[in-house]
């Protein structure tokens, strides 16, 4: 058995793979597409000390970080349960194979909500995005539109408020659903214009970057099309947690529940990342709570039996 296996090679992954190695234990890793979400975005000018990188170039140094301490990748599959045998827990793959840990790491990461229109795939990093924290600088003084009423939705436009030119937030429903300090907010602000009852049907492009979005008034029936230079989605962000479902605890919203160690509510299980109840999904978060929980996984080992 590994000392230490863990699930998922994003940033997470990769960062408790190196704190874990480098305690001389037997590490390894097993992930469905290692690099994880950083893979699908090009520029990233957000992780302290690299002021400006490429998503797949960061992929590609988080693994070589990684290799250099001789941990096991096994890369290209996935795990498809979790579960306790006596001293180990055991992860098994969907081609049939078992791991087994002393201690595990989840760090399986998350995905965003897509709209699934016409347009969305063939724009994505072209002008649709999902990130604000990320991707909002690329778009001062142009117009965006946001989809989705929600809390992220409308903190997004608050957000982008303060950096573009001007912001449409389209909901589907009749009404935001966003807690009502944050409406109060968004109200006051005189760049914002808010279009509710309205289905997002296409988001339009000239071939290279996104040029607009088309609705349709769910009250008149009417298509509208209004002109944009971007289009953040705002729909959600999925942890890739449905595997675990009652093995251990999860939020409502399917996030692993973690104590301040990254401990889960089952022995031996740590997680991290965004896979994981902790706010704010950002690289150098999900690093950070990697390195975190490594640690927490070695304390567990030292001062148990299993070891
Ligand atoms: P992930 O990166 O999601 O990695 C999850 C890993 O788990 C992957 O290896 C995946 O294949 C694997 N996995 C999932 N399920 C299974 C399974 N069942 N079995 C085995 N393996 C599994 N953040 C920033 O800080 N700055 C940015 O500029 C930025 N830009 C972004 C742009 C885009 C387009 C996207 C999508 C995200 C962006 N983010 C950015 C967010 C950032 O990528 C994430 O916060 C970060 O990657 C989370 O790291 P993670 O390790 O928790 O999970």
Redesign the pocket.
Known sequence: PYDVLI????????AAAVYAARKGIRTGV?????????L??M?????ISIPETE?PKFAAALEQHVKEYGVDIVNL????SLRANGRYTEVVLSSGGVLRGKSVIL??????REVNVPGEQQY??KGV???P???GPLFKGKDVAVIGGGNSGVEAAIDLAGLVKHVTLIEFADALRADAVLQRKLLSLENVTIITSAQTTEIHGDGSKVTGLSYKDRKSDALLRLDLDGVFVQIGLVP?TE?LKGTLALSRHGEIEIDAKGQTSMAGVFA????TTVPY??????AGD?AKAALGAFDYLIRSSVS
């Open positions: 699930v998922g090679g994003g940033p997470a992954g990769a097993v992930a469905e597409r290692f690099g994880g979400q950083v699908d975005t520029a990233i000018e957000n992780y998503g599959q996935s795990a498809e760090s399986t990461g998350a995905r965003w994505r990093n995005a999902y990130c924290h990320c991707d890739n595997w991290a990342g965004d896979c999904k950002q690289i150098i978060i999900s990697g």
